[in-house]
């Protein structure tokens, strides 16, 4: 008897286990980007990850910061296609990562994306794979006090000719014009980066556009480029520890420098070091005086979904998420800048007017992506170094570009 209780407990309780359905797996998608940990821009990301696990208790959106070596790590999981739910393209969404991407063209927000990024995200076919949460806006950051102690007035600097002659007044009351941080070789590299399109590309003699797209390298128009620096190096136009130094942005905001070839970020850096300090940027100059000054526009933060994901659905969610103008808004407040999408608006404080940009500039990619293959921006940052320090002249640079980029192109 007491065998058929027990047999008929254990029947009801399977039964009654069986009347309840078996609990979803709860996904997990990784997003990760080149934002390092504490950045603004992670921060912000952070909090609205949050929010979104909250009200969405079926999927767990787990953020990775960036690291030094974010490039690298992108480049070994592109290889061994492992690469996260959700990344950020960090200026490479069509050159490098398109392939690995869900086009995006089909959602919602994408009638919404700005003019201003659109040509950098688009590829040949009219497709886009990223979500642009803000634009990458790139000028030429300058310390208004300096300037107008010099006798400069930013504003009509138009040529490379203008700025050369500016730099000379800078350095007439005894500040240095351009602060190079050749401690972090990325500062030497953007000399090439946001010179060159005025000097090769937006230029009405022999403009090297595309040739550099079909594999093209005219030594004799780079030379242009690295006769920029020399002269730059000649004049005592940059600082003496070009090479070392590591005060960009405490320079520019105590005076000690006119202006920096680093990113609009620098401009907040160096108010942290006097608030009262008056910086702002300015487009940059042309070679010819009938062609209009220029910006550089590209990814900053910009998340794509890996067209592979096994969570490829979820991820999609998750974008959709981010692109509400709310989400939008609060993204490219926290880098300053613009916002990817139109129906969205980021807060820019002081810097309002300065990104109230017209038609009467011209607007390009980054040049090393734009116009060069992966892997020449190395490149670039030693062949300036060199220049800067006098172990390559400007003929040897171009060579070693001419090799590297061949090499390069070849490898691709």
């Not at 009509?156 to 007044?169: G, M, P, Q, Y």
């Not at 910009?302 to 659905?313: E, F, I, M, R, T």
Request: charged fraction near 25%.
């Amino acid at each position: 008897m007491k065998k058929i209780v027990l047999s008929l407990a254990l029947l009801g309780l399977l039964t009654a286990c069986g009347d309840k359905e078996p609990k979803a797996k709860k996904k997990n998608i990784v997003v990760t980007s080149n934002s390092h940990n504490g950045e603004p821009s992670s921060v912000a990301l952070e909090e609205i990850i949050k929010e979104y696990n909250q009200n969405n208790p079926e999927v767990n959106i787990e953020f990775i910061p960036g690291s030094s070596d974010y490039e690298e790590t992108m480049k070994t999981k592109m290889a061994t296609n492992s690469l996260p739910d959700i990344f950020g393209t960090h200026g490479w969404s069509v050159n490098r990562y398109k392939e690995y991407l869900e086009p995006l063209n089909n959602r919602e927000w994408a009638k919404y994306l700005s003019p201003a990024i659109a040509p950098v995200i688009t590829d040949e076919n009219d497709k886009f794979y990223i979500l642009p949460l803000d634009v990458d806006i790139v000028g030429l950051p300058y310390n208004l006090d300096v300037l107008e102690a010099a006798g400069v007035n930013p504003k009509e600097i138009k040529t490379t000719d203008d700025f050369i002659a500016a730099l000379e007044k800078v350095k007439q009351i005894g500040v240095t014009p351009i602060y190079i941080g050749g401690k972090d070789s990325a500062s030497v590299g953007n000399i090439y980066d946001w010179i060159a399109p005025g000097l090769i590309i937006l230029t009405n003699d022999n403009p090297q556009g595309e040739n550099l797209k079909n594999g093209i390298f005219d030594e004799k128009a780079w030379n242009q480029t690295g006769e920029f620096i020399k002269t730059l190096v000649d004049n005592g136009y940059i600082n003496r520890d070009a090479l070392t130094g590591n005060e960009a942005a405490r320079a520019l905001g105590t005076g000690k420098a006119a202006f920096l070839f680093f990113g609009t970020s620098m401009i907040n850096e160096g108010n942290s070091y006097n608030p009262n300090a008056r910086l702002d940027f300015i487009a940059l100059p042309t070679k010819d005086r009938d062609q209009k000054s220029y910006f550089i526009t590209g990814e900053r933060m910009a998340l794509g979904v890996w067209k592979d994901s096994p969570n490829k659905k979820e991820a999609l969610e998750f974008l959709d998420y981010l692109a509400k103008p709310e989400n939008v808004s609060k993204m490219a407040t926290a880098n300053i800048l613009p916002t990817g999408l139109t129906n969205a608006k980021s807060d820019l404080g002081k810097f309002e007017d300065s990104y109230n940009l017209g038609d009467q500039y011209q607007y390009v990619g980054f040049f090393d992506r734009e116009y060069l293959p992966s892997g020449a921006w190395e490149t670039l940052c030693s062949i300036g170094a060199s220049i800067i320090s006098g172990q390559m002249t400007v003929s040897e640079a171009s060579k070693k570009m001419k090799e590297d980029f061949d090499k390069l192109k070849k490898n691709k």
